[in-house]
């Protein structure tokens, strides 16, 4: 079972641990912005950046979606998606308040399917229920070729590296 740290307390997480070369499971979470159903994982057109974050409402939840929303854009054959547990509603109140307009927003709070499909529900203490920060990068084919699992939650993920692993993978 992984685990991470909040404020350097270790916390379990719960589901069925995915990483660097296994199938992505396509899951199915809600669209921010229309609350319609949008599959995330599985093989697709594009490649596809993944990032899980425990709330839109933090500030470094805030910040790291405000820089993959600025630094992903550009990499064309390459889609980005936010995930986290906030309602969809409150998801949508923060892009239109923090001008994220490049990457796709949704929540994972009617079934967890993500945080579980992908091993990322914190399955105790204060966090209990929601993700832990991480990031996956999915191939067009449908694999994980890039997991990072922030170890501790409140703090930034490596960027650089998360970005250069999705370049690669959309430039495939």
Do not use: H, W
Request: hydrophobic residues 40%; aromatic residues 6%; proline residues 4%.
């Amino acid at each position: 079972m992984a685990t991470v740290t909040l404020k350097g307390n270790e916390v379990k997480l719960a589901g069925k641990e995915k990483n660097v070369g296994d199938k992505a499971p396509e899951v199915q979470v809600v669209k921010s912005d229309d609350l319609s159903d949008i599959t995330v994982g599985g093989a697709k057109e594009n490649a596809q950046l993944i990032i899980a974050v425990p709330s839109l409402d933090t500030p470094i939840c805030a910040m790291e979606t405000s820089k993959f929303n600025q630094e992903a854009a550009g990499i064309e054959g390459l889609e980005v998606t936010v995930v986290s547990m906030d309602l969809p509603f409150a998801a949508k109140r923060f892009c239109s308040t923090e001008g994220i307009e490049n990457l796709t927003v949704a929540s994972d709070y009617r079934n967890k399917d993500f945080a579980n499909e992908y091993g990322v529900l914190i399955a105790e203490g204060p966090l209990a229920g929601v993700t832990a920060r991480a990031i996956f990068v999915i191939d067009r084919d449908g694999n994980i070729v890039y997991k990072q699992l922030v170890p501790e939650i409140t703090e930034e993920p490596n960027y650089q590296e998360a970005l250069e692993a999705a370049k690669a993978a959309a430039a495939k």
